[in-house]
């Protein structure tokens, strides 16, 4: 399965990433912070650096995917969170512009949401 995963460069969507790789997965990275930044990089992954505020980047980003995991935002825990309330507001334009795209490309399998992932599996992506 092809699988975009925004946010990739964060702690929970490198692991995400790890895991999918490791099930075979075809994996699409794609985090707004520049490579050196990326808590993990895979080179087994197709990895971008992009801002998935702006719409075009969301669709040239999910062009061609079977599943999408969302979990690029604009925060940095509760200090970062009480100290930039519009910053962190920007991240509704990435949930927009993904759910677009996800449309667009006739996505079916996509979660457009902050989750927390303790186990991925395949059941987990089929069911999405």
């Known amino acids: 399965m092809k699988i975009l995963v925004t946010g990739a460069g964060g702690f929970i ?50 062009k061609d995917m079977d599943a999408v995991i969302n979990m690029a935002c604009n925060m940095g825990g509760m200090g970062f969170i009480e100290n930039n309330k519009a910053l962190c507001m920007l991240s509704v334009l990435v949930n ?12 079916k399998k996509s979660e457009i949401k902050v989750i927390f992932v303790k186990k991925i599996n395949k059941e987990s992506i089929n069911n999405t």
């Open 13 to 62: 969507g490198g692991h995400i990433v790890k895991k999918l790789l490791s099930q075979g997965h075809r994996v699409r990275a794609v985090d707004i912070k520049p490579f050196d930044e990326w808590f993990q990089h895979f080179k087994n992954a197709e990895n971008f650096s992009k801002d998935l505020t702006d719409k075009k980047s969301c669709f040239d980003s999910a």
């Open 96 to 107: 927009t512009h993904m759910l677009m795209a996800c449309k667009e490309y006739k996505i």
